[in-house]
């Protein structure tokens, strides 16, 4: 047996049908939220599906995401959506779907994660304490449970080292043939985050500046997919916009801005080109670092390395 994600997996309408056996109706609901694409918009932008599949048979599955049932709250990633099959029952196979969300929670930095659950006797098997009741989005009644994640020892060692290597697996399948040029005109190919996160365009969107925002959607990318652009180098309101990342005093707003006006007058082929030579022949993280904090002057920045 082994553990596939759903969004970066090759077959999903395979698994999409056998997500649709579940006897449960938490388990049709998600069938009907991935069906219909709705799922990282109910959730999250970084919600993932872990899957333990035997061949081509679906064992158990859950999610996680930012969000789960119980919505708003500040509380986040949630582990949801838990089911096993039947006749897979009883050999606590669920346990290596959690763990699997657990490490790649663990990797994240996050310090919790989250069970929002009827149940009890059950997620306390595997490490969870009751932490609170809550209501739901249907204003039912929920009792809420956390893991501690980031406490010192044996367990968090191998979640850190698991973690690692299970995230590393979905970034690089988000990121196969997804153009890396970003809505807002950074190059994801060339950030220095760019082993954590997918890219804006990918199904493991983990942007910085995205998750900051409501179900982890960049303001910048909701505003071009409403206009129906590439990105916002397609937009006639580029120079004066200041929505998104372009907010004045946003660290680096000029510089990407800068960056978005030379692929409006250079195209994208160009623009990763240059950012090959700075990367070749300047040492930085972030493009703000050379570019500094005027666009006219980023601009012509940009242009020296054509």
């Known amino acids: 047996m ?38 990282k918009s109910t959730v999250g932008a970084t919600a993932l599906v872990p899957m333990l599949v035997e061949g081509d048979e679906l064992v158990s ?7 789960d049932d119980i919505q708003p709250t500040d509380l986040t990633p949630w582990i949801g959506f838990v089911y096993t099959f039947p006749k897979y029952r009883g050999c606590h196979y669920a346990g290596q779907l959690l763990d699997y969300a657990e490490s790649i929670a663990t990797i994240m930095g996050r ?14 098997k595997y490490g969870y304490e009751f932490y609170k009741m809550d209501k739901d989005i249907d ?11 980031q406490t010192e020892g044996e367990e968090k060692d ?24 970003a809505y807002c005109g950074f190059s994801c190919n060339h950030c220095f985050l760019g082993e954590w996160c997918g890219g804006c365009r990918s199904v ?71 950012h090959d030579k700075m990367h070749e022949t300047r040492s930085f993280q972030k493009t703000q670092e050379i570019l500094g904090e005027d666009t006219e002057k980023g601009l012509k920045i940009l242009e020296q390395y054509l």
């Open 139 to 149: 204003g039912e009644d929920s009792r809420v449970y956390r893991k501690a994640l």
């Open 158 to 181: 191998m979640r850190m080292k698991n973690g690692g290597i299970w995230k590393a697996e979905i970034v690089n399948a988000a990121r196969k043939d997804v153009p890396m040029v």
């Open 204 to 274: 493991f969107n983990c942007c910085s500046y995205g998750t900051l925002h409501d179900k982890g959607v960049c303001p910048n990318i909701a505003c071009c997919q409403d206009k129906g652009l590439d990105g916002c180098f397609d937009c006639d309101e580029l120079n004066s916009c200041e929505k998104g990342f372009y907010t004045p005093g946003n660290d680096g707003a000029n510089a990407c801005k800068a960056q978005a006006m030379f692929i409006k007058k250079y195209g994208k082929e160009k623009f990763l080109e240059v």
């Open 61 to 67: 599955f859950c999610t996680l995401a930012p969000l």
């Open 111 to 124: 310090e919790y994660v989250y069970i929002s659950t009827n149940h009890t006797g059950l997620y306390e």
């Open 2 to 39: 082994k553990v596939i994600e759903y969004f970066t997996t090759e077959n999903k309408e395979h698994w999409l049908e056998e997500i649709k056996k579940s006897d449960w109706g938490a388990g049709q609901f998600l069938y009907q939220l991935l069906s219909e694409n709705k799922l």
